[in-house]
């Protein structure tokens, strides 16, 4: 059974830091496509970052380009999200998402939260102004 479990989550002033992690059983960390996404309330959920396990980093929204670095741990089976230079309008419920897929696969299609077979249950991130 898979299982993708979010943590790191918090509440921190704007210009703080918090790091995210994802942690995956159930799959052989590797060829996974893997995402980072959320969603404010009243809004669509959107796609943060994406990797893949292979070694390539995919993604990053144009909103966190400079500020979030996403990366793996293989042997820990984890996923991270450095969040750097927070900003109140980063406030979301966190997700991580994870899909075995190839790298061209997640390259061209995995743009979005529903085509991931496996998702976690959230981590809050609150940023105060």
């Known amino acids: 059974q898979v299982q993708l479990v979010e943590s790191g989550g918090g509440s921190v002033q704007a210009g703080g830091s918090l790091r995210l992690s994802c942690t995956v059983s159930?799959?052989?960390?590797?060829?996974?496509?893997m995402g980072w996404f959320r969603q404010a309330p009243g809004k669509e959920r959107e796609g943060v970052a994406r990797i893949h396990t292979d070694g390539s980093v995919i993604y990053y929204a144009d909103s966190v380009k400079g500020r979030f670095t996403i990366s793996q741990d293989n042997a820990k089976n984890t996923l991270y999200l450095q969040m750097n230079s927070l900003k109140p309008e980063d406030t979301a419920m966190y997700y991580c998402?994870?899909?075995?897929?190839?790298?061209?696969?997640?390259?061209?299609?995995?743009?979005?939260?529903?085509?991931?077979?496996?998702r976690g249950q959230g981590t809050q991130v609150t940023v105060s102004s």
């Open positions: 159930g799959y052989t960390f590797s060829s996974l496509c």
């Open positions: 998402a994870a899909q075995l897929a190839t790298m061209s696969w997640c390259r061209s299609y995995a743009r979005q939260y529903n085509q991931y077979n496996d």
